[in-house]
């Protein structure tokens, strides 16, 4: 029997599978074929959504950037005739055809159900596996067992910290409470990171079971997933999972016939990114501001409404069942010392593979970025990698090398942080790159201690003076100095990292930071008041289409005239470049002097 | 918590208990500076200021909120800290506007203080400023957003200790701000206006609008004293400049509020400097009042009443004394009544409070005061509230016991006939049909019995008749008591267990509990309950009854009663009364003295022909006011001493002025039994005297010498023939007073009482049976109506109607109707109702709020415009004679 499959994850919705979707019903519907057709998550290829897989005999075809034009074609030659059309498949079976590289190099646990399974109907999950760690830890294991068992992986937090999971389990469980919480954090906020988003989406049971592992682990009967709004079909597809999964038993009381009862309840957040620091999501469940309190007290001892409560980020959770099905050997034999298993990536920016690989601990960057995201878009020059979000650094190609754990990039100034790696090349300006990370911090700041919400905002402006062209080198000195302050200084995890782009870019690129200030250039022709957007009139071909594109109508010109733009009214974002289809516009640097005397005109009161 | 010992800066510090570095630092006498630290406040350790070094620790750490641990080595002053703190205060000072030669805090600024320090004059950093409109949409709190530092004092103050929340931070990032939700008014928020915030902000961000240039800090002369509004007694810090009181403020460390007030002791004195202050004796000539000297007046009263008691006889002159004036006074009142008058006819508003409670608590413990202290509440497992708006009638003690049940895991049951604040912070809320009381006391009773969770050890050996308690209630099973109290069968066994299980229990009640005709039974049966479960004599237990006026605990035990001289000695046991008629040098009185319904009633029926008032005003506070007015009409002779000329004041033939509590010397005593002193601040508008003085002067010229040189002079006295203020000595008062009883001169204070035994030798349980209020609602009359106090205003409202702010916030009653009925009355918040009782009819404004449940309608009494009290019953218990304040029947209609 045929199957066809659809994927419907955030990025398949995104790249128009609900097109894809009725234009297959409608084949199939007209052309009254007998075949399933059905939907299953994100298997990480997000850059050729949207993905539609053929099953038939134990063969499975996947076809990339299915547009409903191509569904006929699939429909006739394929699914009736039987004929593959070779030239569209992306993947064979999961491991030949054109993105096989991306696969190959990967070794899945968290994300071995995405794509493969429909997130919407636990027997899919259930068929591939689901469940069975619970079974059988309630039925073979007893609670300090599974602790055991999770500590002798080696699995540390996958949200960023690193902290030995199994060692916070037995710290929650040791701890002395009326009752206790399991709090699943899916507050992704990282720009940047979408593992967790792709794993609630693509396979939620994974979630739910780790979750209840940990329940069952720590002697706590009440879960809560932290998820953030902005997920929506995250926040549906865990409803529905946990629906099920309640109708299975494995929710509710006596859990699979045992005297063990676990509930989990969802609580949305409402987009702070200050929320995924544990103290200010639990917080926020209790219907406060979210904002971070000091720890100690730690969670594991007073956590949610003052009881012991075990965090655990989504990717943590979801490696628990595999741990507890393979034994905590398998898990801990892959990996590095210090780093066992396997780390989701979110790949994005200049990458011509953008999407989640999942790769053993200590693959270098290079291997990451080269042999499985295929390297830069466009045939450009690799200038950096942006790991670990707006908390974490900018490691150089001389860098390139280094293996990706915990301790390796800490060593280097970034962090692992969730899992981010947004790419980056020449047309990079790494000081642009830093203002809009602390444009991040700033923004996201809760506002309690004092370095984080005036530092990052005084660490700002002074991004912006350098980029804006007229800061001087003590600017330069004040911004580091106040970085490294502001780090030792503040309250939580988001104000001690928050200078991390700015030391890391100094640190590996001080170069461009001195173009800016001494020869007031931008290196990428990237900061606006460094620049001039200049139309070659020799190219124009007096199209109008900048013209009609300009956001701020910084360019004039009638028809069948030579169209010129206004300095003084262009903000810088391109646009014209990017729809000019005669190459006739691009970017210069201005003489230094002239942006000098241009600015000290614009200069804010008071920032002389 | 065994010994530890840390090092900071090279010292050692051992310490018994456990402790934050901030706080071991202190010890040493290291200070570290801190901007988000007050220590009413949980540790915070936002603002960065107090960062210390502590070895083999990643990074810095805040003083305030990281616990001294055993081996610790601090170092608090390094390059590295001072570089550090430099740095926070550097981008503090960033975002400030730096007009500290016009702010208000300037001198008493912390960021001044940390920048003076740290000589910064001016920024490293320069950016965008905050750039602000202040908030001034509220009488009290002038909001400056652009000097907030955002060291969340405020949001935490209102949270952690005034329990409203009325704040939070807004926005985040630069942006962020405190405010209200969606920016709102402070008017519209459950802000209690009680100025703590403003307490504890460290700059210039909150201030006391009243006090806005009314002069520099350094200026300003602090006289410490004590509130004059609820019985409470918080210690004040009036501050005074140029002989007007500019501000008030608490200090931190003294007296039972600890730096906290509410709003009527933070802002109510604009009264003392009313210009409608009574300034010159005034003599009633035509019907008209005019202005007369001290000599005309107190010679016209004098012959007056000499002639009266030459006519009719000393019994058919009265007076009324005041739980307002201080000890000293109505000591000096009760004396003259009785030696220069010669008549038992004495008697003062604690008859419409608390009598119940005197009569009550005495025959069943031995002594009519609160046993425990309000300290003592952080000790308590359970609180039982019945019959206490507690958060607006006694607002610090509101904030203890939240304290307590937030913070410190006590257990709460509200037992209310409203959905009062209270209800809402409780484990159990019930409601009961006001006038229940006995019967759900009885009930809960019946349950402990039941379930065996009495106190048998106890009720052996400390109390006696508890077989008859126990046949008695017997009857009250929860089911009864449901169809009785409208209270669910269950809540009320859950309410018994949590009572009966905590291990240290408390009973709290006010006029709930009293003002019924029933009062006195239902204070027996809070009696009953605590001794069943053996919650007395210990810490965190008693039956704690809170006293509503700033000395109306001092005035009954002044002896401003009929039946008892100064510390409860009883008029009609003939040893008191020979000590007593020795030291007055006359003979006393032996008749049965009057209360005050029943001066009323004799001024009424003409057996009454004199009253001296000082102090009072029945005409607002007593129930039946149509009643109370044709008594003083009826009067021959009327004095009426005041501050204000009184809807009572009215109707005298002479009216006396008096001082307020800034213009005198003296003591109250608060409801925890504190005898505390009261301090001059500002000198007496006018020829205003102090009362005693007055009736030294009247006392003299009607022949019976009382000579006096000071308000210390009277106490002395006063300790030389109370037992219980035996050793109550001016020079021994101090700063926190004294809890009597103190019987010698050596004796610390009873902060608990009954602990080895009762008062009375063994604790008397006494059969309580359940009787319906003397009215209860019928066809004509369907609701009841219940009367009680707002946290704004203050009993008949001579004092705070007379400060602006104060009736900005709640400028008129409303009568709060539940939801049922006034959506059955089709009445909408804002419409007039008309509200008849047997007695009379008023209109006022409806307010329609879930706080009353259906059937059940409430009136503050505070309002002359729609006076309560034209509405109440003034049936009486039988044996304190206290009106039924708390249920009348009444029909409620519309008024267009």
Known sequence: MKKVLVGVGSCGMAAGAKDVIDALKKEIDENDIEIELGMTG?????????????????????????????????????????KPIDEWIALEDGLRGAEQDFIKSQNRIVLRKCGLIDPENIEDAITLGGYEAIKKAIDEMSSDKVVEEVKASGLRGRGGAGFTTGLKWEFTRKASGEKKYIICNADEGDPGAFMDRSVLESDPHAVLEGMLIAGYAIGAEYGYIYCRAEYPLAVKRLKMGIEQAKKKGFLGDNILGSDFNFNIQIKEGAGAFVCGEETALMA??????GMPRLRPPFPATSGLWGYPTCINNVETLANISWIITNGAKAYADIGTKNSKGNKVFALTGKIKRSGLAEVPMGMTLREIIYDVGGGIKDEKEYKAVQIGGPTGGCLPASLLDTPVDYDSLIEKGATLGSGGMVVLDQSTCMVDLAKYFMTFAQNESCGKCVPCRVGTKRMLELLEKITDGFATLEDLEQLEALAADVKVSSLCGLGQTAPNPILTTIRYFKEEYLAHIEERTCPANVCVNLIDVVIEQELCRQCELCIKNCPVDAITGAKKEYTERRPDDCIGCKMCISVCPWDAI????????GVKVKHEETIPKGML | MTEITLSINGEEVSLDKEMTILEAASKLGVEIPTLCHDPRLKPYGACRVCLVEVEGARAPLPACATNAADGMVVKT????????????????????????????KCGNCALQDLAYKYDITESEFKGEKHSLEPQEDDPF?????????LCGRCVRICDEVEHAFAIDFNYRGFKTQIGTTYGKSLKDTTCEFCGQCISTCPVGALIEKPRLDKGRLWELENTLTTCPYCGVGCTLELQTNNGEIVNVSAPLDIGVNGGNLCVKGRFGYDFVSSTERLKTPLIKKNGEFQEASWDEAIKLIAGRLSDIKKKHGPDSIAGLASAKCTNEENYIFQKFIRAAIGTNNVDHCARLCHSSTVAGLATAFGSGAMTNSISDFADSKAILIIGSNTSEAHPIIHIEILKAVRFKDAKLIVIDPREIKMSKFADISLHQRPGSDVAVLNGLMNVIIDEGLEDKNFIEERTEHFEALKKNVANYTPEKVEEISGIPADGLRSAARMYATSGASSIVYSMGITQHTTGTDNVLSTANLAMLTGNIGRPGTGVNPLRGQNNVQGACDMGSLPNVYSGYQKTDDESSRNKLEEAWNTDLPTNKGLTVVEVMNGGASGDVKGVYIMGENPMLSDPDVSHVEKALEKLEFLVVQDIFLTETAAFADVVLPSVSFA???GTFTNTERRVQRIRKAVEPVGNAKEDWKTLCAVSMAMGYEMLYESADEILEEIASVTPSYGGITPDRLGQDGLQWPCPTSDHPGTPILHQEKFTRGLGKFHVVTYRPPAEEPDAEYPLILTTGRLLNQFHTGTMTRKTEGLDEIYPVAHVEISRFDAKKMDIKTGNFVNLETRRGKIKAKALVTDKSRKGVVFMPFHFKEAAANILTNPALDPIAKIPEFKVCALKISKAD
């Open chain 1, 42 to 82: 994100c298997i990480g290829l997000c850059y050729r959504e949207v993905l539609v897989d053929v099953l038939d005999d134990n063969k499975k075809t996947s076809y990339g950037n299915v547009t409903p034009a191509m569904v006929p074609k699939i429909v006739s030659e394929h699914i009736v005739e039987g």
């Open chain 1, 284 to 289: 926020s469940i209790e219907g406060k501001r």
């Open chain 1, 586 to 593: 691009f970017t210069d640097s201005p003489k230094a002097e």
């Open chain 2, 77 to 104: 002053d390094t390059e590295e800290i001072h570089r550090l703190r430099k740095t926070v205060v550097e981008l503090i000072i960033s975002d400030h506007p730096l007009d500290c030669v016009t702010c208000e």
């Open chain 2, 141 to 149: 709190i002038h909001r400056d957003l652009d000097k907030c530092i």
């Open chain 2, 663 to 665: 213009e005198r010397d």
